[in-house]
């Protein structure tokens, strides 16, 4: 079954700064992985879906990056602003099913 | 109305009521999903449908039960419930199910549900 753990589980930083979070999953036998963003009591917002083919994808301030075999993904924040505190979610789709398999989420606190 | 809507958006019940959830996209999707996500827990898959068939179906109670009368609409049914199952009920869609790489899923609001 595949397991999916995101670190660190809260994050506080200062405005502006550069920041990682990480995603890492026990089967490395995925199809793609999608990172999301998830304001508090509402739905998620898909920020970006890498293919297992792929190494990294960018939108804007963001970029994701894959390492498939070693079971590791980082979703990079440049220049933090107080507008990106949310919980971040990691979701691996793996080959067997129609399912993704969430982490926990990172919980993410820019301050002005 | 665009993505993926969700209604209601709140809801209390007692654990006798029956109720429904319902979900409809916008976005031409054939596959259809409704996962749960509990206070401390990963978002958990309960049903997937993929062109109007249920095709995952991941140990969930009887008491809850799926409809999905077309591609763009998907219910919830909602019977005797616990305490337990309060939680926010998410639903998404994908372009199609299983078999396809390029599967980005989009998620609506999601219905917040407190048994009482």
């Known amino acids: 079954k595949q397991e999916v753990t995101q670190i660190p589980a809260a994050l506080s930083v200062p405005e502006g700064e550069n920041l990682v979070l990480n995603c890492s999953f026990t089967d490395s036998a995925i199809y793609n992985l999608q990172w999301f963003r998830q304001d508090p009591g509402k739905g998620l917002t898909s920020l970006l879906l890498i293919q297992s083919s792929q190494r990294e994808q960018t939108s804007g301030r963001l970029n994701a990056s894959l390492d498939k075999s070693s079971g590791r993904s980082t979703l990079y924040i440049a220049a933090s602003q107080p507008g990106d505190s949310a919980t971040y979610l990691c979701?691996?789709?793996?080959?067997?099913?129609?399912?993704?398999?969430f982490g926990k989420g990172t919980s993410l606190l820019v301050t002005p | 109305e665009t993505g993926v809507t969700q209604t209601p958006r709140h809801l209390v019940m007692g654990m006798t009521n029956k109720k429904s959830l319902k979900c409809e996209q916008h976005?031409?999707?054939?596959?259809m999903y409704w996962y749960k996500q509990s206070a401390k827990k990963p978002l958990e898959l309960m049903f997937v449908?993929?062109?109007?068939?249920?095709?995952e179906n991941n140990s969930v109670p009887s008491r809850f039960s799926p409809e999905c009368p077309n591609s763009s609409h998907l219910f919830l049914h909602l019977h005797t419930l616990q305490p337990e199952d309060s939680a926010l009920y998410l639903c998404?869609?994908?372009?199609?199910?299983?078999?396809?790489?390029?599967?980005?899923?989009?998620f609506g609001p999601g219905t917040r549900l407190t048994v009482l």
């Open positions: 998404a869609s994908s372009p199609a199910g299983g078999g396809s790489s390029y599967n980005e899923q989009f």
């Open positions: 979701a691996v789709r793996t080959d067997s099913g129609y399912a993704l398999n």
């Open positions: 449908y993929s062109l109007e068939e249920r095709v």
């Open positions: 976005l031409g999707h054939n596959a």
